[in-house]
T-cell receptor
């Protein structure tokens, strides 16, 4: 039973446009959510996070939105750049601070 | 300088063999993890060590045995390899038991 789901395995957007990556979770005990970015042949690197007490966190071109009632979060990248092309993993953690990951979304930003 | 390094990067071996994957971190962290990325691309925690003591041990076959000789190293030894062990294995580290984890580049294990 996958507690964190990324239902879109891939997403293509034009350079300069907005990329929206989605993530759903089922465990209401999760209180922290993260996005990791992964390039080929590298490990995941932390991108941005949000606590369950917030509904939005912004860092430059990256914004994460959290809708607790829908158990849904999304990552917005504006404007998208070719260097953003990577696999994006959503992850969630509860009080034990153990990360549960989704299966990732491959983002391709077309020049 | 690589913060979290793993060796080897690729490992191809026959069923039934025993193999080890090594992980080292130079971040001064006291907690290290092993994750397995399966064929469906989910990253799943296998083990976690804090100050050389096992603190997380998910439902993993006992053919997998982590060894932490010191805080900077966490090695993964796998006995009697099976086809289903083929995956990418990631090592990670953090300061304390926290969500802020730094990952190594991964080791792609292929069992033939």
């Amino acid at each position: 039973d996958q507690q964190v789901k990324q239902n879109s395995p891939s997403l293509s957007v034009q350079e300069g446009r907005i990329s929206i990556l989605n993530c759903d979770y089922t465990n209401s005990m999760f209180d922290y959510f993260l996005w990791y970015k992964k390039y080929p042949a590298e490990g995941p690197t932390f991108l941005i996070s949000i606590s369950s007490i917030k509904d939005k966190n912004e860092d430059g071109r990256f914004t994460v939105f959290l809708n607790k009632s829908a158990k849904h979060l999304s990552l917005h990248i504006v404007p998208s750049q070719p260097g953003d092309s990577a696999v994006y993993f959503c992850a969630a953690a509860g009080s034990a601070r153990q990360l549960t990951f989704g299966s990732g979304t491959q983002l391709t930003v077309l020049p | 300088d690589t913060a979290v390094s793993q060796t080897p990067k690729y490992l191809v071996t026959q069923m039934g063999n025993d193999k080890s994957i090594k992980c080292e971190q130079n971040l001064g962290h006291d907690t290290m993890y092993w994750y397995k990325q399966d064929s469906k691309k989910f990253l799943k925690i296998m083990f976690s060590y804090n100050n050389k003591e096992l603190i997380i041990n998910e439902t993993v076959p006992n053919r997998f045995s982590p060894k932490s000789p010191d805080k900077a190293h966490l090695n993964l030894h796998i006995n009697s390899l099976e086809l289903g062990d083929s995956a990418v294995y990631f090592c990670a580290s953090s300061q304390g038991r926290t969500i802020w984890q730094f990952f190594g580049p991964g080791t792609r294990l292929t069992v033939l």
